[in-house]
């Protein structure tokens, strides 16, 4: 409540209701949880923390210019990075790749910590492959921390993830179902789906081989294992026996590093302050969903909301999809706009 003190005792109270709410149904319903998060802008849209959670809401629901438009508000009034990797991530999904690697090159990008750059790193690869830059995507997610197989860290299994991803586009599908097993052996919080792509992996090895076997041909390399039913990292044993993190150096070659030089993203945007009057009823429909008990100030976090942190939303890291979180979730709505 100390962020809303510069509201009415009314006001902070109806901005703490809906905020709660926004930030509850964020990942079970987006869409409703941008209603609620618009409400609250409706009273509180000169605080930062309620500009911030608007835009992380805007960006689950697929809002991608009002998710802009209020994470860069939320960064003009509270100061600090921002979230630069949502930032690029709702610039590729509207098809701006280039905005997104101007935003990689930001004074605002220089100051993310390890996990946050890795974020962004992914979100850069990402953005290179829609460029047709593939060996680049590829060679970019080894630069920083975490793709050292012997000392992984909290966020290298979404690095292997989005590097397993982009070698499949690359149609290099054994290498990848190498990184998928070393993902699912480095995601101790089940954030990724890595089984279930092994499982496709593997099922499409097998139909394969059973074709060629009817042509009386040869197989297409040895069986590994179900790694759903077994937990065992084939691949991802390596690394802890020393090897090095990169591919070998025939692939480490082709995938050389190209990176332009962009000037820095100095667009704001135009952010509205207030929203249309949220009607009584509507406000009871917040305080059903959540009581104004607690309010995270995120404008004062240093690192973006992300899966496994203290934020008030939980934004889980990309993969090289463009808005991959933002999917609109089915639902009525109870929030008038």
Known sequence: MRDL??????????????????????????????RH???ARSKGGRIAVVRETVGLVAYRAGEWAEAISELRAARRMGGGPGHVAILADCERAQGNPERALELARSDEALQLDAEGAAELRIVVAGARADMGQLDAALAHLHQGSGFDLAKPESFSARLYYAYA???????????????????????????????????????????????????????SGPALPDVRETGAAVAGSA??????????EESAGEESAVVDDFHQDSSNGDNSDADPAISNDIHQEATDHAAPSHIV??????????????ATLSIPLFS????????????????AE
């Open 5 to 34: 003190r510069g509201l009415s005792k009314e006001g902070a109270e109806f901005v703490a209701v809906h905020m709660v709410a926004a930030t509850g149904l964020s990942e079970e319903d987006p869409e409703l949880a941008w």
């Open 37 to 39: 998060a618009r409400a």
């Open 165 to 219: 991803d982009l070698l499949i586009e690359a149609e290099r599908n054994e290498e990848a179902l190498e990184w998928f097993i070393r993902a699912n052996d480095a995601d101790f919080d089940e954030e990724t789906d890595a089984p279930d792509r092994i499982a496709e992996l593997l099922e499409a090895r097998e139909e394969a081989d059973a074709a060629l076997a009817a042509m009386g041909g040869a197989d």
């Open 239 to 248: 690394g802890r026996e020393g090897k090095s993190s990169t591919p070998d």
């Open 297 to 310: 100030n995120a404008a004062e976090r240093e690192h973006p909301a992300v899966a496994g942190s203290d």
């Open 320 to 335: 090289d999809a463009p808005g991959s979180y933002g999917a609109t979730a089915a639902g009525d709505s109870t929030v």
